[in-house]
């Protein structure tokens, strides 16, 4: 199995980077090749702009999508993307560890590797979409973490319902360009834990990741 871990978090101290420390440590004791990709420490660039390419097709308009479908026909991405890009195309299952910031990805930087990687040609486009995806066949896993407790993020809960939540990131991100998508890992509230129960909820995904290759993709709905 080939697995690609992206994280993000700004504290090497958090309870997701322990979650990212025990992916790492448990997929690389199963035998899996890992690769990863720490955002923050990486000073990854999130903005998209014509620093995305080596190669220009209009240099008086900047369309991106443009800019993307000629990049994947000149081979002209700059190399801090060529080089996300060819771990998406190398990986079976891709994992997100996040703390989910304003209902969604942390902006800055995750969503910015998003808008950056997931290039028009590269990962979508012509049709590739959905189940006809470029990256079909492929798994991901959404790993994070909230501030919230479980019971504000239930349908009636104050929050609202966290599969509500995920839509836009399961099924308008990770469904669009073809991944099949596993049952989200969430721990609710670590902060307001115990140290043994945080060591628990580590175990506990820990030996989730053990069989992971049995799960089935989940239905993450429509909008």
């Not at 560890?97 to 290039?119: E, N, T």
């Not at 407790?149 to 308008?172: C, H, K, W, Y």
Request: glycine share 8%; charged share 25%.
């Amino acid at each position: 199995m080939k697995v690609f871990i992206v994280y993000w978090h700004p504290e090497p101290q958090s309870f997701n980077h322990a979650m990212f420390s025990k992916a790492h440590q448990t997929f690389s004791e199963m035998g899996a090749e890992v690769k990863t990709s720490d955002l923050y420490a990486l000073q990854f660039n999130p903005v998209s702009s014509r620093e995305n390419f080596q190669t220009v097709k209009d240099p008086a308009y900047f369309k991106v999508q443009l800019e993307e479908m000629y990049a994947t026909e000149q081979q002209g991405f700059v190399a801090e993307i060529e080089v996300e890009m060819q771990k998406l195309a190398w990986c079976d299952l891709m994992v997100w560890q996040f703390p989910l910031w304003w209902f969604g990805l942390p902006a800055v930087f995750f969503k910015g590797w998003v808008d950056r990687v997931f290039a028009m040609g590269r990962a979508y486009g012509g049709g590739k979409i959905y189940d006809k995806g470029v990256f079909r066949g492929k798994r991901a896993l959404l790993s994070l973490t909230t501030g919230g407790s479980e019971a504000a993020f239930q349908p009636d809960g104050f929050n609202g319902d966290i599969t509500a939540v995920l839509r836009p990131i399961q099924r308008g991100m990770l469904q669009f360009v073809g991944f099949d998508v596993l049952e989200p890992q969430i721990v609710y509230g670590p902060v307001r834990m115990t140290k043994e129960q945080r060591e628990g909820e580590l175990e506990k995904y820990a030996e989730r990741l053990k069989h992971i290759q049995n799960e089935m993709p989940i239905d993450v709905g429509r909008y």
